[in-house]
């Protein structure tokens, strides 16, 4: 594909070391979601929204005017403008390789929506794809960036409780379907509270113990359909084809372990618990779903918690995507890589075989945490211009 930009010259699209400026990025998929990325990508000035597109084009244009971005459409034309280097890729699980495989082909990088993929062989085949186009492929959450996990994971890292030893994470809700006006696929193979929340909580402890080794985990399906409870189609019946209930126990590579509950099947809410128990107190994490929060640390002898306030950006969804901007320029890593996305799919992946088969599941992917943000680190700093 031949670059026609007058800031880039004729490199191919893609080769974003060798251009400058703020790097140019097409949202794909329109929907729930999207408002919250273009809210923060469109005032993030080292990336530049060029496009919208979706398979309801009038829903893509109606996002382009909402957001002030000049263009929409198809993906066809998404994926044709050169100077679109990072496709955000915000469509449906069940469509996140094929659109992901779609933007390689045309030499893009991609941040995606979580997760991944929906298994392990179209995660591997979308991994190997990335790695021979020399393209980054990098997947939600980016979460831990935000002043809160950022705050809570320096307060390990500083050594406040010692060694970190094992966690508890609790996600407990009734489900989305009372509030998502399209809630079928939070409910079909690949979602469920597993595969839907779990990246963040998942993510979470990855950060904070390293790789999972392996995970033996129970789970159930409390009803065989749900009904929509807002939008057009409220009322409306629909099955649900995956686990509403999955609780896990993980082992790290480390020999710590963790525990943890992703559920649907929850009258009483109880989200955004992450527990972690250290050799010398205890660190209560804001919810990894957010960007902030205060931290709570209970150190050992101590009678009162001491609160912790989040120090960092509380730039929501699309940092990460600021983050690959600024590592595609840099030539260096960015901090939410392909790889923690693979391996965090990979768990969760086994998570579930391992409820399926009730046996224990080996896990053979491995990453390193990233490295913690400095304090000042913002994503809304113009550093590319
Ligand atoms: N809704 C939330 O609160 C939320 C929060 C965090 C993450 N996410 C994630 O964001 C993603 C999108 O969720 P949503 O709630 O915005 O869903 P949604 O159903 O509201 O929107 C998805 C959009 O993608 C479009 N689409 C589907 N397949 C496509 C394809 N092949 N090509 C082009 N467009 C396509 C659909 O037409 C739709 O407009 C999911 O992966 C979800 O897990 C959602």
């Known amino acids: 594909m031949t670059d026609t930009s007058t800031a880039t010259g004729t490199q191919q699209a893609g080769d974003t070391t060798r251009r400058t400026g703020p790097v140019g990025v097409g949202v794909i998929g329109a929907g729930v979601i999207s408002d919250q990325y273009l809210s923060n990508l469109t005032v993030f000035p080292d990336v530049e929204v060029r496009f919208i597109a979706d398979i309801d084009e009038p829903r893509a244009a109606a996002q382009a005017e909402k957001w002030g971005v000049a263009g929409s459409g198809s993906v066809e034309q998404l994926l044709a403008d050169d100077d679109i280097e990072i496709v955000v890729n915000l469509t449906i699980p069940a469509a996140h390789v094929e659109v992901a495989l779609q933007a390689l082909a045309a030499g893009k990088h991609v941040w995606g929506e979580k997760p991944y993929a929906l298994d392990r062989e179209s995660a591997a085949q979308l991994r190997d794809a990335a790695a021979a186009a020399d393209r980054t492929v990098s997947v939600a959450p980016d979460t831990f960036l935000g002043a809160g996990l950022q705050t809570a994971l320096r307060t390990i890292r500083d050594g406040r409780i010692g060694t970190p030893l094992n966690g508890l994470t609790l996600f407990q809700s009734p489900g989305p379907e009372s509030w998502h006006p399209s809630p079928e696929f939070l409910f079909a193979y690949g979602a469920g509270p597993l595969f839907d929340i779990g990246p963040y909580y998942i993510t979470t402890l990855v950060q904070v113990f390293g790789p ?6 129970t789970a159930s399906t409390s009803r065989a359909t749900r009904t929509i409870g807002s939008g057009p ?12 209930n999955h609780s896990a126990l993980i082992q790290f590579e480390s020999g710590a372990s963790a525990q943890s509950v992703f559920s649907f099947e929850s009258d009483r809410g109880r989200t955004g618990f992450v527990e972690i128990a250290g050799e010398q107190g205890t660190v209560v994490f804001p919810d990894p779903n957010e960007f902030d929060g205060d931290t709570e640390l209970y150190s050992h002898g101590a009678e009162e ?9 509380t730039y929501s969804r699309g940092t990460g995507v600021v983050d690959l901007a600024r590592a595609l320029r840099a030539g260096e890593e960015n901090r939410v890589p392909g790889a923690l996305a693979f391996h965090v799919l990979d768990v969760m992946v086994s998570i579930a075989e391992a409820a399926e088969r009730g046996e224990t599941v080996l896990v053979e992917s491995t990453v390193a945490p990233s490295p913690t943000l400095p304090e000042g680190w913002d994503p809304a700093a113009s550093t590319l211009a």
């Open 305 to 313: 918690p001491e609160t912790i306030p989040a120090v960092g950006s």
């Open 212 to 217: 999972v080794a392996k995970v033996t985990a």
């Open 233 to 244: 189609k409220a009322g409306t019946e629909f099955p649900v084809e995956v686990p509403t």
